[in-house]
């Protein structure tokens, strides 16, 4: 069962327009989400995560939405660049260790 | 502070071999993660450490997959024998702890011909 659902797959928006990456998970007891993004040829790396304590965290034009209720949590990426365009990543962490549990990654191309 | 280092950074090999792949956690991390990243699977758990004790070893990879951590700065993914399937980048990945950032190497790219 996959534990992590992440869509869409592949997403494409205007430089200036908001992208808006989705994500689900299975088990309530996860209490860590990170977003990872990836620039082709690179390796993963954080970009913003959130704890269930709140529902809502900004870092700039990144922010991500948390709805422990129904189990999503999304980003969105304000103002986008092309220099934006790359794969992002949403993660699922459980308490007590630290095993993440992966989204398959959605493809953002960011038009000038 | 130097980052997660893999090497090599690309491996060719014939089906059937042994290779063995490195990775080098940041200094002071206990935890250690082995990812296989392909565009169609995403990235795939295959071995997590904490402390150099295996927490969890992806089941689908048992049988020709083997992780150890020989000593908190170095550990091995050995795949044998090697399959044209197992063709993908393997990303070992470290951090201090639970609710900590992951850090990822650069990566092995493997070719199984």
């Known amino acids: 069962q996959q534990q992590v659902r992440q869509s869409p797959q592949s997403l494409t928006v205007w430089e200036g327009e908001t992208a808006i990456l989705n994500c689900s998970y299975e088990d309530s007891t996860f209490d860590y989400f990170p977003w990872y993004h990836q620039f082709p040829g690179e390796s993963p790396a954080l970009l913003i995560a959130i704890r269930p304590v709140s529902n809502k965290k900004e870092d700039g034009r990144f922010t991500i939405f948390f709805n422990k209720r129904e189990k999503k949590f999304s980003l969105h990426i304000a103002d986008s660049q092309p220099g934006d365009s790359a794969t992002y990543f949403c993660a699922a962490s459980p308490p007590g260790y630290q095993n993440f549990y992966f989204g398959k990654g959605t493809s953002l191309t960011v038009i000038p | 502070d130097a980052g997660v280092t893999q090497t090599p950074r690309h491996e060719v090999a014939e089906k059937g071999q042994t290779i063995i792949l490195k990775c080098e956690p940041v200094s002071g991390h206990n935890d250690l993660f082995w990812y296989r990243q392909t565009k169609i699977q995403g990235l795939e758990l295959l071995s997590y450490f904490r402390s150099k004790s295996l927490m969890e070893d992806g089941g689908a990879f048992k049988d020709r997959f083997k992780a150890e951590m020989l000593n908190s700065s170095f550990s091995t993914l050995k795949i044998q024998p090697t399959e044209p399937k197992d063709s993908a980048v393997y990303l070992c990945?470290?951090?201090?702890?639970?609710?900590?950032?992951?850090?990822f190497g650069a990566g092995t790219r493997l070719s199984v011909l």
């Open positions: 990945a470290s951090s201090l702890g639970t609710g900590n950032t992951l850090y």
